[in-house]
């Protein structure tokens, strides 16, 4: 039988991933930033950023879902007066939230599956730069991508009440569009003879997390309003044009986006479901129930790649259901392969399988290898020949075939390849992200460390950003209230976020807020008002060259890949003394406004 670790085990190890990833991870979307960083860093702090999002007028986003994580962030900070501490702390919560649902689903795969595929699953889920980037990034896509993982876990376990609560805390606290990877649990549930204990336990889990969200809303808007309800809305029927004024991309990005986040694992997974049918077809044997757990991720990916605008955050809810189809995949390649190789080079009678008792101590019942997964007995791989089952009285059979033996070992190792290549090509991925992207970090995280220390008691510095607004990772990296974020006009022309006010902030309509993304010119400071300015330069650009001015020095700087102007594999993938050579860094830079 194959080893797998068993759940302590599995989920030290998870949790070592996911604390690298809060330690190490990007922010990769300026929705992260804006939409929950910001707002939450006003719940506690009482100052930050507002997207028109928040606004009372459109009401999109929940306060239900910041103040979940306002918790720990209170918390946090009672421990620690450094708003950046804070910050990695409540990072290393996310993570602990996704590994405590990765080993709910490992925990169902390992039972339901075996531990055959439990490993793979295992494996996918450590290594995986999809997880890396989901499983610690602030964003309801996320939190919806830990409850599913639960829900799908509870539910290979047939926990039918904890699969149903925790798709309901996935649609109503999280995303509400990833209810649709939740529909085969639902209809699973249904068709089970159990209908009316699933539909009160739904009703129940619906009206006990609904009621607590609609009263913070409530305590927060000064009006009764479902966020979860506004943003299907504004999706649906597109208030003033709706997301895709926010871009528009063609059905195979999130082809793209997978296989440079999963690479061999989503190859894998995308061909699950036809390999489960050929190998189910050719051992007649029934294949439905595999199919049915496969499912989820193929509906939601098919739903999500017929979207016109699409984002990398939107296929967070699938990336461990992903892992697990993987993992399906790559045994059930084994099975398959095994199958043919006795059917075609070893045609020595099979030996008889084992009898085990049954699991409630009934008759003693037949069943097939120990090594197969318990999930796949529908489909089991065929008794190892040459020599019979313990306990089964079945004489020895003749020789296995050389040729039979040498293929087989063939088969294995193209297993262990794919899985080899899978873990390189993850280090490799996680490494570039790290290594190329992550100076924005840096650059503000010394920007409060070295360059604003020591500076007079009582003294307003302003930080100002242009064109890279959109990688400003928020007042979390600020040191107090005296530093503030400002805008300078740039080739950007839409709608960027305003302070909160002072007064009634969150149920107080702001001015100049509009949801068609239409540029507003109140957001915008003079250069001359500046202390510092964060900037990216790079050839072609229409805005001001600070590094030629002599008005401004460089104050801090750190290496950051122009992806521009570099080979769109060599940004993806990082190979050491190779990939430094093949494309561009220019740098990131903190420019100081000169004394006259």
């Known amino acids: 039988m194959m080893w797998s ?37 006003f719940l506690r702090y009482g100052y930050g950023l507002q997207t028109w999002e928040y606004s009372p007028e459109y009401s999109i986003r929940s306060y239900a879902y910041l103040a979940f994580h306002w918790i720990f962030a209170k918390f946090f900070s009672v421990f620690s007066p450094e708003k950046i501490t804070v910050f990695y702390y409540v990072r290393f919560s996310l993570g602990i939230l996704s590994a405590l649902s990765e080993i709910v689903l490992y925990h169902g795969v390992r039972v339901t599956f075996g531990p055959r595929v439990a490993i793979w699953t295992f494996v996918f889920l450590f290594f995986s730069p999809g997880m890396f980037i989901a499983s610690t990034a602030l964003l309801p896509s996320s939190f919806s991508m830990y409850a599913l993982a639960a829900a799908f876990g509870a539910w290979l376990l047939y926990k039918q009440a904890a699969a149903i609560v925790s798709s309901v805390v996935a649609v109503v606290l999280g995303w509400p569009f990833s209810g649709l990877v939740a529909v085969p649990i639902g209809l699973d549930f249904a068709t089970s003879g159990k209908l009316v204990r699933a539909a009160v336990t739904a009703v129940l889990a619906l009206v006990a997390v609904t009621v607590p969200c609609l009263l913070i809303d409530y305590y927060f808007y000064h009006k009764w309003t479902l966020p979860a309800l506004n943003i299907v809305l504004y999706n649906v029927f597109g208030g003033s044009g709706g997301p895709n004024l926010y871009g528009e991309e063609p059905w195979t990005f999130y082809v793209w986006n997978a296989l440079l986040n999963f690479n061999v694992a989503f190859v894998l997974a995308a061909v699950s479901a036809p390999i489960v049918v050929v190998q189910g077809i050719w051992c007649r044997q029934p294949f439905g129930r595999t199919l049915l757990y496969l499912s989820p991720a193929y509906l939601w990916f098919i739903f999500m790649s017929l979207q016109p605008h699409k984002e990398e955050r939107f296929l967070f809810p699938i990336h461990p259901l992903l892992c697990f189809c993987a993992a399906v995949s790559l045994e059930t390649f084994d099975d398959l392969a095994n199958w043919l190789l006795h059917d075609h080079f070893d045609h020595s009678p099979a030996s008889t399988p084992a009898a085990v008792p049954a699991k409630d101590g009934g008759p003693v019942a037949s069943a097939p290898a120990p090594d197969v997964p318990l999930g796949l007995r529908h489909r089991p791989r065929r008794a190892a020949t040459g020599q019979a089952a313990a306990g089964a009285g079945a004489q020895p059979t003749r020789k296995i075939s050389p040729i039979f033996r040498a293929l087989q070992w063939i088969v294995n190792a193209a297993a262990w390849l794919a899985v080899v290549v899978f873990i390189v090509m993850s280090v490799s991925r996680i490494a570039s992200v790290v290594i190329n992207f992550r100076a924005p970090l840096r650059v503000y995280d010394q920007l409060s460390e070295r360059v604003l220390t ?22 979390f990296f600020f040191p107090d209230r005296q530093v503030s974020v400002q805008f300078v006009r740039s080739s950007f022309n839409g709608q960027l976020p305003q302070p909160f006010g002072d007064v009634n902030a969150t149920w107080r309509i702001p001015p100049n807020m509009n949801d068609a993304n239409r540029e507003e010119m109140s957001r915008y400071v003079e250069l001359s008002s500046c202390d510092y300015f964060v900037d990216f330069e790079f050839p072609g650009q229409t805005e001001a060259r600070l590094s030629e001015d002599p008005q401004w020095s460089v104050a801090f700087k750190e290496p950051f890949l122009d992806a521009s102007s570099s080979p769109s594999l060599y940004r993806a993938f990082y190979v050491p003394f190779v990939t430094p050579k093949r494309v561009v860094y220019r740098d990131y830079t903190i420019f100081k406004r000169q004394k006259p």
Do not use: M, Q
């Open 454 to 475: 020591p500076r007079p008691a009582n003294t307003s510095v302003s930080v100002c950003v242009g064109k890279e607004w959109y990688r400003f990772p928020g007042n």
């Open 5 to 41: 670790p068993n759940l302590k085990t599995a989920f030290y190890a998870l949790l070592i991933a996911r604390i690298l990833s809060a330690l190490n991870n990007i922010i990769g979307d300026c929705d992260e930033t804006f939409n929950y960083w910001e707002p939450l860093h």
